[in-house]
């Protein structure tokens, strides 16, 4: 179980990795946009994050509900503007 956390873990540093290239990238661009590559990494957020919660739970190692509340809106907030 602890090694799947750090594979949850390492997926959701990737994601938040993606998710800040795509930011910085379309800050260069003439006219911004979310590309797909941006619900992609916002996706693998909410799923890693939810893996994570879910080990953490198990190994009896708790979450902070309010900072996963915030997580899960900038998340959502990403798929609603990104999504086609
Ligand atoms: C905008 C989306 C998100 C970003 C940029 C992000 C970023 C990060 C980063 C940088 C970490 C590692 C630092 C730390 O341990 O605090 C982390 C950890 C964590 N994230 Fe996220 N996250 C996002 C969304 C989510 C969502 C939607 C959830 C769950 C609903 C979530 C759950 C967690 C948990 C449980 C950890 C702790 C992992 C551990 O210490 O083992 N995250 N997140």
């Given amino acids: 179980m602890e090694i799947l956390r ?3 873990l390492v997926f959701h540093l ?3 990795a993606a998710l800040m290239g795509g930011v910085f990238f379309q800050l ?3 006219d911004p ?3 797909s590559y941006m619900l992609t ?7 890693t994050g ?3 919660i ?10 902070v509900d309010a900072k996963m ?6 998340a959502a907030a990403v798929v609603a503007v990104a999504w086609k």
């Fill in 28 to 30: 260069r661009a003439k």
């Fill in 6 to 8: 750090y594979v949850f």
């Fill in 69 to 74: 509340g915030v997580k899960s809106i900038a």
């Fill in 41 to 47: 990494s916002a996706v693998v957020q909410l799923v």
């Fill in 50 to 52: 939810a893996g994570l």
């Fill in 54 to 63: 879910w080990t953490r739970t198990t190994l009896d190692l708790g979450v």
């Fill in 33 to 35: 946009v979310a590309g």
């Fill in 14 to 16: 990737f994601g938040f």
